[in-house]
């Protein structure tokens, strides 16, 4: 059974910096890549990062220069460093594990999901 268990969600005020965490287990991390997602309310879940197994990222454009994403293969763990954070980050952070080593954009491609960490920024 694959499990994906997110960590490091939380409030804080606009400029600071969270970072997320998410260990999966239950099938061979260093061959899928693994992707962030997140929603707020009434809306739609939106990208946000991916890694390819190789090391490849991509990024919203709303987060690009402020959100990194990484991967410790050897912790089974997808990061997400969140700096400069502004209101409209707040959401619910999802991580995700794709079908394959490929990173995509599109939430229909993963097939494992976390529950969720929430994140919220005040002004």
């Known amino acids: 059974q694959v499990q994906l268990v997110e960590s490091g969600g939380g409030l804080v005020q606009t400029g600071d910096s969270l970072r997320l965490s998410c260990v999966t287990s239950?099938?061979?991390?260093?061959?899928?890549?693994m992707g962030w997602f997140r929603q707020a309310p009434g809306k739609e879940r939106e990208f946000v990062s991916s890694?390819?197994?190789?090391?490849?990222?991509y990024y919203a454009d709303s987060v690009k220069g402020r959100f990194t994403i990484s991967r410790d293969n050897a912790k089974n763990t997808v990061y997400l460093q969140m700096n400069y954070l502004k209101v409209e980050d707040t959401s619910i952070y999802y991580c995700a594990g794709d079908s394959s080593y490929r990173a995509s954009r599109d939430s229909r491609d993963y097939i494992h999901w976390g529950q969720g960490t929430q994140v919220t920024v005040s002004s």
């Open positions: 890694i390819w197994t190789g090391g490849q990222t």
């Open positions: 239950g099938r061979t991390f260093i061959d899928y890549a």
